[in-house]
């Protein structure tokens, strides 16, 4: 069990979460708790303390005084910081010392709930390294005689490869070639011989992707991205109620004619013109060339139309997943098109007041959900407001955009992680709420200038 401190001046509050969370269900157990600062970096700095929940204020250290000590010697406890002031600074200051999660009084338990699934999942993940992460970097970088070199060592010696990808809960192993994970519930699967269907019969709810040809080393990474999407065809389908759905066959749209036609009418900005051609698109001749791939391709280049969807940088897609978590249908995301296209933005309030206080809700919830599956849909639906008008609120507050505020949050706790543990590149993009690795790999190297393996090497 994972030993727990709680430490907060005020013994109703750490009795009140002692008696009321069910910390077994979270491999955990409360092991001491204490009032006062002094007596809680001793017993984290003396004893092998997993998790602290801390008060910010307290006689002694303060919480945030602990989370930097922490921080800077290197111990392993993870913090989650409980205040009962609202300043954002506090939660910042507490971000920069890899805390998990910032919670203001009172507690709600849901929120600590959460917190706690969260340590779950850094404590219990596997220290080792990720064997499969330099690989990873190989397929990115387009490095082929590496990516060779790799497949050779792992007994897999061919001038063609067969691929595969699924995308749900994985039972038991396929009986031939590697598997490696590219994002929380997705698996990429290579081969010297052709994977079948029945190859994947321990896998639950999900979406098994074949891909329809054998590829070369040189054509291996372009045929990596393209099976990667195949494993989501539910979401085209609007079906998810099927065990697993199987797609062997890959489509370009960028090739058919109503692609041209969109792309033509959102560089002339023709709104009605776009929002007809939108509607064929649900008809099933037009749906059937389309994958999840050309469908986010398709989201992005008209969010990133300034002139149709002056807010739409909030609304760029960067994974599947995410594309499926915001909209769980194609049909959903061409009516959200269409509906964003028809309706006018609303104009944000000037009472500053009002936005503030919208202001420090809003962050509070992004600094402690980051790591999840998060949107600017979610966010606006804890604060009840219309997505758009969160998209103005936040960059009128902070001076950006809400996704480069996420990205940036996300890349800076990845940052930490790696550089002060020693867990895998791959869970390490989990946790920071990348839930796809190439895209990981990506932006990391966008703001770093680096691959993950390759800061980490730095810091040594």
């Known amino acids: 069990m994972h030993k727990v401190l709680l430490a907060d001046d005020e013994p109703s509050i750490t009795e009140s979460m002692k008696n009321t969370i069910p910390w077994s269900n979270y491999d955990m157990e409360v092991a001491h708790i204490v009032s006062s600062g002094h007596d809680a970096y001793n017993l984290i700095k003396d004893n092998d303390i997993d998790l602290a929940i801390l008060d910010i204020r307290m006689p002694g250290y303060s919480g945030l005084d602990i989370s930097k000590m922490i921080f800077t010697n290197n111990l392993k406890t993870k913090v989650i910081i409980v205040s009962g002031y609202a300043e954002f600074s506090y939660a910042q200051k507490a971000i920069t010392y890899d805390v998990l999660g910032y919670l203001l009084k009172p507690v709600e338990y849901e929120e600590l709930e959460i917190l706690l699934l969260r340590a779950q999942r850094m404590l219990s993940s596997d220290d080792s390294s990720d064997l499969s992460a ?14 060779e070199a790799y497949l050779k060592d792992q007994g897999l010696s061919s001038d063609q490869y067969y691929i595969a990808s699924t995308y749900g809960n994985v039972a038991s192993p396929v009986s031939h070639g590697i598997s490696f994970s590219i994002g929380i519930s997705q698996n990429m699967y290579i081969s010297n011989k052709p994977y079948i269907e029945k190859d994947f019969d321990g896998i639950t709810y999900a979406g098994i992707g074949l891909f329809p040809a054998s590829v070369s080393i040189t054509s291996l990474r372009h045929a990596i991205y393209e099976c990667a999407s ?28 109503i692609y041209k036609s969109i792309t033509s009418a959102n560089s002339f900005n023709e709104k009605d013109k776009l929002i007809i051609l939108l509607n ?181």
């Open 280 to 460: 064929n698109l649900k008809e099933p001749k037009y749906r059937s060339q389309m994958n999840i791939n050309s469908t986010m391709k398709l989201n992005n280049l008209l969010v990133s139309n300034n002139q149709l969807f002056p807010n739409g940088q909030d609304y760029y897609i960067y994974n599947y997943k995410q594309l499926l978590h915001d909209y769980s249908s194609f049909d959903n995301l061409i009516d959200s098109l269409i509906f964003h296209l028809s309706n006018a933005s609303e104009t944000i309030d000037d009472d500053n007041s009002f936005s503030n206080t919208y202001f420090l809700k809003i962050m509070k919830y992004i600094n402690t959900y980051y790591n999840e599956n998060l949107s600017l849909k979610d966010v606006a639906a804890v604060v009840n407001l219309n997505p758009n008008y969160v998209s103005q609120l936040f960059k009128k507050c902070s001076g950006s955009t809400f996704s480069h505020y996420l990205t940036n949050l996300r890349i800076s706790n990845a940052k930490k992680l790696i550089t002060t543990t020693n867990t895998s590149i791959n869970e390490i993009a989990s946790q920071t709420g990348f839930n796809d690795y190439f895209y990981f790999l990506k932006t990391f190297k966008k703001f770093t200038g680096k691959t993950p393996s390759e800061y980490r090497a730095n810091q040594d």
């Open 134 to 147: 330099d690989f990873m970097n190989y397929i990115e970088e387009k490095n082929t005689s590496m990516m």
């Open 230 to 257: 195949m494993c989501f065809n539910s979401f085209m389908n609007n079906d998810t109620s099927q065990d697993s759905i199987v797609c062997t066959s890959y489509t370009n749209i960028q090739k058919t004619g």
